[in-house]
T-cell receptor, first 114, second 111 residues
Framework: DTGVSQDPRHKITKRGQNVTFRCDPISEHNRLYWYRQTLGQGPEFLTYFQNEAQLEKSRLLSDRFSAERPKGSFSTLEIQRTEQGDSAMYLC????????????FGPGTRLTVL | LAKTTQPISMDSYEGQEVNITCSHNNIATNDYITWYQQFPSQGPRFIIQGYKTKVTNEVASLFIPADRKSSTLSLPRVSLSDTAVYYCLVGDLNRDDKIIFGKGTRLHILP
């Protein structure tokens, strides 16, 4: 296991379609984070999991967004009824959850909504 | 969460030392200072983290004055491949759930 992986790397969809992204964290990491990043901006926090429990959600995470981490390992982020404003890079990160340790980021999934 | 202020952009030349300063006046006692680097179309990459004084690793140094209200990331002898966006974060990445990245500093290295 060499790092956080995300799939797919790129996704192009039409407005109104549903999309699902997957994140595989570093295996021993119990925390998993989702961020969204638009052009010229820094990553914005969406939600995070401690093992399988989703502990925090940003107000950016509308009802059309849902995230799961069913067995405390990989996570999925689903966007329903996509809108053009959902076009962004979706980043996943994982960490040990220990104070002072860093988050390791995946390569991201670039979503384009036409 | 402590808010950070850093320059929007900086230019430098290959072989030079680059220093990027970040202000964080309301840093809390338990907060760490962490710097990330991000290349286009990639996720951020951890560079260095510190709490006080000076920290050095194989990539960079981080200088933190006694009052901890600012910090300086120092990149020795930069190359073209150091062109990236650098983010200064203040907090505990595992305590503060909503880490704020800000817009970062766009560093452009010229030949």
């Amino acid at each position: 296991d060499t790092g956080v992986s995300q799939d797919p790397r790129h996704k192009i969809t039409k407005r109104g379609q549903n999309v699902t992204f997957r994140c595989d964290p570093i295996s021993e990491h119990n925390r998993l984070y989702w961020y969204r990043q638009t052009l010229g901006q820094g990553p914005e926090f969406l939600t995070y999991f401690q093992n399988e429990a989703q502990l925090e959600k940003s107000r950016l995470l509308s009802d059309r967004f849902s995230a799961e981490r069913p067995k405390g390992s990989f996570s999925t982020l689903e966007i329903q009824r996509t809108e053009q404003g959902d076009s962004a890079m979706y980043l996943c990160a994982s960490s040990l959850g220990t104070s002072g340790t860093e988050q390791f980021f995946g390569p991201g999934t670039r979503l384009t909504v036409l | 969460l402590a808010k950070t202020t850093q320059p929007i952009s900086m230019d430098s030349y290959e072989g030079q030392e680059v220093n990027i300063t970040c202000s964080h006046n309301n840093i809390a006692t338990n907060d760490y200072i962490t710097w990330y680097q991000q290349f286009p179309s990639q996720g951020p990459r951890f560079i260095i983290q510190g709490y006080k004084t000076k920290v050095t690793n194989e990539v960079a140094s981080l200088f933190i004055p006694a009052d901890r209200k600012s910090s300086t990331l120092s990149l020795p002898r930069v190359s073209l491949s150091d062109t990236a966006v650098y983010y200064c974060l203040v907090g505990d990445l595992n305590r503060d759930d909503k880490i704020i990245f800000g817009k970062g500093t766009r560093l452009h290295i010229l030949p």
